[in-house]
């Protein structure tokens, strides 16, 4: 079995295959203070709940936009998990030619993504991603990872306006019964959930404009299913893009 780990900088997503069937997925919380014991306790107790002894896994994939936390999640799957991770950076085959000014600039996460879309639904794509950023990545028709765009994710978003306003409170990122809200729980859930439709059907009109007509539109990340509920430019809803996208260059790198 492979183990997939995305570490990104609010949560980090793992996945088991057993050949290219994903089977338990789990999300944690970036925690920048947790020591490796802490991780690899965390990962051996997720094996145990799922009934799946250690010794079945063949290999880990692990893509990490969070330089500081990959050593200490490698040192847990060497140590808890007894493999070496491959980790997708620039000496690892992805399949994915990069037309990015810098490559080396573009996050791990977002090349493997790239992975995932050239195999699995081929270009032109847009790969809309809900995480700490909104990320969109262009794919060409020839699946090149063209780049892209970046703004605040939901929740950094929603974080930085609480913190700004004396009077604003927390609330969760759901459909408010009317876009105009009458209370200011519901004023706040409108702003944040349908701006964000805004943001994505605006972008995803000027990445079609460029990529053209034929452009897929994948969403995937922690809040893509909310989102995509209110509106018809996400085509495709892939919540685990980027486990499926190690699983692909783990068998590139084979």
């Not at 490698?74 to 085959?93: F, M, S, W």
Request: aromatic fraction near 6%; include cysteine; glycine fraction near 12%.
């Amino acid at each position: 079995m492979l183990l997939a780990v995305d570490v990104g900088n609010t949560n980090i997503t793992l996945g088991l295959y057993d050949g290219e069937t994903l089977g338990p997925r789990w999300r944690i919380a970036t925690d920048h203070a947790s020591m490796p014991d802490e991780y690899g306790l965390q990962f051996v107790g997720m094996f145990a709940n799922a009934g799946i002894a250690v010794d079945k896994l063949t290999g880990i994939c692990l893509a990490s936009v969070v330089p500081p936390l990959t050593n200490k999640v490698v040192e847990a799957c060497r140590n808890y998990l007894q493999r070496d991770p491959l980790i997708v950076d620039a000496g690892v085959k992805t399949g994915v030619r990069v037309l990015y000014e810098d490559p080396k600039a573009v996050g791990a996460d977002r090349i493997v993504d790239a992975a995932a879309v050239q195999h699995l639904y081929g270009g032109p794509a847009c790969v809309v991603d809900f995480g700490t950023g909104t990320t969109f990545d262009a794919i060409t028709a020839n699946g090149e990872y063209l780049g892209g765009a970046i703004a605040p994710g939901i929740g950094v978003a929603a974080e930085a306006l609480f913190s700004a306003g004396a009077k604003l409170m927390r609330v969760d990122i759901a459909r408010p019964p009317s876009v105009i809200g009458r209370n200011t729980t519901h004023a706040l859930q409108s702003g944040l959930l349908f701006g964000y439709v805004g943001l994505v059907e605006g972008l995803v009109a000027r990445f079609r404009a460029e990529l053209g007509p034929e452009m897929k539109v994948i969403g995937t990340g922690g809040l893509a299913e909310i989102v995509s509920r209110e509106t018809d430019v996400i085509k495709i809803l892939a919540p685990w893009l980027t486990l499926d996208g190690l699983r692909i260059i783990w068998g590139l790198n084979k």
